[in-house]
Structures are given as structure tokens and as C-alpha cells.
Nanobody, 113 residues
Framework: VQLQACGGGLVRAGGSLRLSCGAT????????MGWYRQAPGKQRELVAS???????FYSDSVKGRFTISRDNVKNLMYLQMNTLRPEDTAIYYCNAKLITQYWGQGTQVTVSS
């Protein structure tokens, strides 16, 4: 299984971006899919996740601003990011869990103040 993330870019504070993560397998097979991010000098952290039952989790830092979703027909997972802040600047990675974990290659999000 391979994951491919895209949609990152440079945006001003207050702006929006939508990240996409494509899978080479049906996204329905994964027990959980999620987005992680890693800022320079910091550990990778979980931003949001969605289960097979569409239960969602958000970290406190993005709750109310980001929305995770999944399209089982297109085999895509999304992260809609609104009201972006400079502290959201990081490389964002998509992740999928089945018996093992799969990672996408990361997409850079840069939010200028």
C-alpha cells in the first residue's frame, strides 16, 4: 500500500488549504487514517484521525479549525484547514493503519504572519 499526500503550500495567516491523501488500496480497509505534522525541531504529532466508523479525533490545537474526511469511492482522505496560523507551519503526513502503519511522503504547509 502506498499513500500520496498533496495540497500543501504557502498561505497567509487566516487562510485555508485542503490536503489530500490518495491510497493505492481502498481506504475502507484501514481501521484508522490520520494526519500528522512535524514542525522543525519538534516531534511528529497527531493532528486528526478518522476511524472506519467515521469517528473523528482532533488535537486541541486544531479543533474547530480543521476537518478530516474520507471519500471511500475516490480512495482519498482530506484535511480541510481553515483559519490557519503561523504555528500550523509544518510538514504534514498522512497515515493509515491496518495491521501495520503506512505513511505518505509529506507535504509542506507554510503559514506566514
Amino acid at each position: 500500500v502506498q499513500l500520496q499526500a498533496c495540497g500543501g503550500g504557502l498561505v497567509r495567516a487566516g487562510g485555508s488549504l485542503r490536503l489530500s491523501c490518495g491510497a493505492t488500496a481502498s481506504v475502507e480497509i484501514f481501521t484508522t487514517m490520520g494526519w500528522y505534522r512535524q514542525a522543525p525541531g519538534k516531534q511528529r504529532e497527531l493532528v486528526a484521525s478518522i476511524s472506519g466508523d467515521d469517528d473523528t479525533f482532533y488535537s486541541d490545537s486544531v479543533k474547530g479549525r480543521f476537518t478530516i474526511s474520507r471519500d471511500n469511492v475516490k480512495n482519498l482522505m482530506y484535511l480541510q484547514m481553515n483559519t490557519l496560523r503561523p504555528e500550523d507551519t509544518a510538514i504534514y503526513y498522512c497515515n493509515a493503519k491496518l495491521i501495520t502503519q503506512y505513511w505518505g511522503q509529506g507535504t509542506q504547509v507554510t503559514v506566514s504572519s
